[in-house]
């Protein structure tokens, strides 16, 4: 029951934004979209989050649409390093706690 | 800070045998911690949700006899793999969270099931 989809892989060119779209329409008003990347047979690595409004932090920015039912993880300078797989994941509430929900990511190379 | 380790980092087995798999969060007292597999060139697939002193919430499809979880204190999940078959060799990754902030992921678990 993925409720995300994303590209399957995308290249940059060193030093220029990487800008990586996610679909997300059947989410709900309270459910948060949250940004990892994973570099090969790691642990993924936690990036940003967002519910509504543009978010922007020493990593990322995420820009979400109005309607919500997509958005898009901006990598501002990309270097050789954040070569990864970008996954864009719903928080869904069940139960009483909070659960990711993980789409299948986008193979992201940058290259030099 | 929020640190989250795995032990042992990789493991081989025999068929049969049991495996188990330590999830310790270095700097935090987690309240949830979570298990995922993820098989090749594939995403995480959350198997379960544990709180501390309470029964692991297992998703849909996962055998909660073959997939043991205890979560003995706020720092610490542990995941039992038993009667391991070839099947579940597979990368096996533990997250910690802290209320309803961001899960903070291990680095994995590499099984592989001979």
């Known amino acids: 029951d993925a409720k995300t989809t994303q590209p399957p892989s995308m290249d940059c060119a060193e030093g220029r934004a990487a800008n990586l779209p996610c679909n997300h329409s059947t989410i709900s008003g309270n459910e948060y979209v949250y940004w990892y990347r994973q570099i090969h047979s790691q642990g993924p690595q936690y990036i940003i989050h967002g519910l509504k409004n543009n978010e922007t932090n020493e990593m990322a920015s995420l820009i979400i649409t109005e309607d919500r039912k997509s958005s898009t993880l901006i990598l501002p300078h990309a270097t050789l390093r954040d070569t990864a797989v970008y996954y864009c994941i719903v928080r869904v509430a069940t139960s009483g706690t909070y659960k990711y929900i993980f789409g299948t990511g986008t193979r992201l190379k940058v290259l030099a | 800070g929020a640190v989250v380790s795995q032990h042992p980092s990789w493991v081989i087995c025999k068929s049969g045998t049991s495996v188990k798999i330590e999830c310790r969060s270095l700097d935090f007292q987690a309240t949830t911690m979570f298990w995922y597999r993820q098989f090749p060139k594939q995403s995480l697939m959350l198997m379960a949700t544990?709180?501390?002193?309470?029964?692991?919430?297992?998703e849909q499809g996962v055998e909660k006899d073959k997939f043991l979880i205890n979560h003995a204190s706020l720092t610490l999940s542990t995941l039992t793999v038993t009667s391991a078959h070839p099947e579940d060799s597979s990368f096996y990754i533990c997250s910690a969270r802290v209320d309803s902030r961001e899960q903070f992921f291990g680095p994995g678990t590499r099984l592989t099931v001979l």
């Open positions: 544990s709180n501390e002193g309470s029964k692991a919430t297992y």
